[in-house]
Nanobody, 116 residues
Framework: QVQLAESGGGLVQAGGSLRLTCAAS????????MGWYCQAPGKERELVAT???????NYANSVKGRFTISAEYGKNTVYLQMNSLKPEDTAVYYC??????????WGQGTQVTVSS
């Protein structure tokens, strides 16, 4: 069973930074891609960033230049470095892992709140 545990969320002022961490229970090499998604109140879950096993990275336009996704394969851990945070970044952030034929697995989420 795949387990993804997020940590690192919290309350930060606009312009500040946070680093989210996702610890996976299985080797990252067993997944096609890892990703971060977010869901704000009243909105649908949306892509923040993805990283494929082949090293291809994709960001939502709203976070390009501010957020960075990375992974430590030896630790089965994925990170999301978030800089220059804005109030509109406030959301629950979810770690996700994709496996061929099985789709996406999700963590429980971690709350990020950016005050103005």
């Amino acid at each position: 069973q795949v387990q993804l545990a997020e940590s690192g969320g919290g309350l930060v002022q606009a312009g500040g930074s946070l680093r989210l961490t996702c610890a996976a229970s299985q080797s990252l090499f067993s997944f096609n891609a890892m990703g971060w998604y977010c869901q704000a109140p009243g909105k649908e879950r949306e892509l923040v960033a993805t990283l494929t096993r082949g090293g291809i990275i994709n960001y939502a336009n709203s976070v390009k230049g501010r957020f960075t996704i990375s992974a430590e394969y030896g630790k089965n851990t994925v990170y999301l470095q978030m800089n220059s945070l804005k109030p509109e970044d406030t959301a629950v952030y979810y770690c996700a892992a994709n496996r061929t034929g099985l789709g996406w697995f999700w963590g429980q989420g971690t709350q990020v709140t950016v005050s103005s």
